[in-house]
Nanobody, 128 residues
Framework: QENLVESGGGSVQAGGSLRLSCVVSEHIYRSRCLGWFRQFPAKPREGIAAIDKGGDISYATSVRGRFTISKDSAKNTLYLQMNSLQPEDTYTYYC??????????????????????RGQGTQVTVSS
């Protein structure tokens, strides 16, 4: 049984938008932290957004103002709305969750790659 399942990736042109979704199993959704990170082959994982149980949100500088993280508790789903996409946003995107770390504060997103639970990833490709 998958605990986190992402969808919504694809190919878009620069300036376009995509919305990623992540359906989270109920016991994982109750975690203190939910977040997104991305990875390009042979490069370090980059945490980009996190949201804690109370709704406190943080973003990486690289995506702030363009990406929006949100969640829908009725659907146990985490979202990442991505606007003004650029070729440098081409990555595999992963949703993640952790039930131990405090996810409040402006830099919680940095920990997203280290969260205990993660999905299988969804590819986003942005062409110029």
């Amino acid at each position: 049984q998958e605990n986190l399942v992402e969808s919504g990736g694809g190919s878009v042109q620069a300036g376009g938008s995509l919305r990623l979704s992540c359906v989270v199993s109920e016991h994982i959704y109750r975690s203190r932290c939910l977040g997104w990170f991305r990875q390009f082959p042979a490069k370090p994982r980059e945490g980009i957004a996190a949201i804690d149980k109370g709704g406190d949100i943080s973003y990486a500088t690289s995506v702030r103002g363009r990406f929006t993280i949100s969640k829908d508790s009725a659907k146990n789903t985490l979202y990442l709305q991505m606007n003004s996409l650029q070729p440098e946003d081409t990555y595999t995107y992963y949703c993640a969750a952790d039930d131990e770390w405090d996810c409040s504060g402006n830099y919680a997103y940095i920990r997203a790659p280290l969260f205990k639970f993660r999905g299988q990833g969804t590819q986003v490709t942005v062409s110029s």
